[in-house]
């Protein structure tokens, strides 16, 4: 019998991403389940981000065109891998980490971005960096957790930072934050992936 690929990003057959999963290293699973354990409020999953989650996160950009890409909240790097991999070499990239073990690791793993602590943050730090806007931030901070006015000075410091038509993508795993990302952005798009634990909501806003 033929084998059936399920390939609706791109990424080749299910069965090859389910191995690539299956293979993630213990280190980062067991670093992360630590962190969860020791401040849930900071930390929104018992385990960190799928490769099916990361390929939808970054799928719409355009690495050949942005020259300036933010992460916010990278936890063990599931998307900083990529940014540091995929993006142009002029492409300025900028990941924030809060907690200090994390952010230590990162900066070791890769070498060629530039590190900061908190989201809230943003734009001034940009600005400190010598860019007025930026053209993409990724962010997996668990809004969820946080009280409304962290929420609202993380997401006007996003909207403030972004060039007009700028991506902002977003993971959450509910839809308690929509209305307030369709308060700050022009246009969203809304992905799922069920292939995450627990199964999560991409929101795509553009600026």
Not at 131 to 147: H, K, Q, R, T, Y
Not at 182 to 187: G, P, T, V, W
Not at 195 to 200: T, V
Request: with cysteine; aromatic share 12%; proline share 5%.
């Amino acid at each position: 019998m033929k084998e059936v690929k399920i390939n609706a990003l791109g990424l080749g057959s299910e069965r090859e991403l389910l191995l690539q999963e299956l293979k993630k290293t213990i280190s980062d699973k067991v670093l992360f389940l630590y962190k969860f354990i020791k401040c849930s409020k900071k930390i929104g999953s018992l385990t960190p981000s799928s490769i099916f989650l990361a390929k939808a996160m970054i799928k719409p950009i355009d690495w050949e065109n942005i020259r300036s890409i933010v992460e916010l909240g990278a936890g063990t790097g599931i998307f900083t891998k990529y940014i540091e991999q995929l993006k142009h070499p002029y492409c300025k990239g900028i990941i924030f980490e809060q907690d200090e073990e994390m952010a230590n690791r990162l900066m070791k793993l890769y070498r060629g971005l530039h590190y900061r602590s908190r989201a809230e943050d943003l734009y001034p730090v940009l600005q400190q960096l010598g860019l007025s806007e930026v053209d993409c931030i990724l962010s997996g901070l668990p809004f969820a957790n946080f009280p409304q006015s962290l929420r609202d000075r993380i997401l006007d410091g996003v909207a403030r930072s972004l060039k007009p038509g700028g991506l902002f993508i977003q993971y959450q795993y509910s839809l308690q934050m929509k209305n307030q990302f369709h308060e700050r952005f022009a246009k969203i798009d809304l992905g799922f992936v069920p292939l995450n634990i627990p199964p999560a909501f991409v929101y795509y806003c553009y600026k």
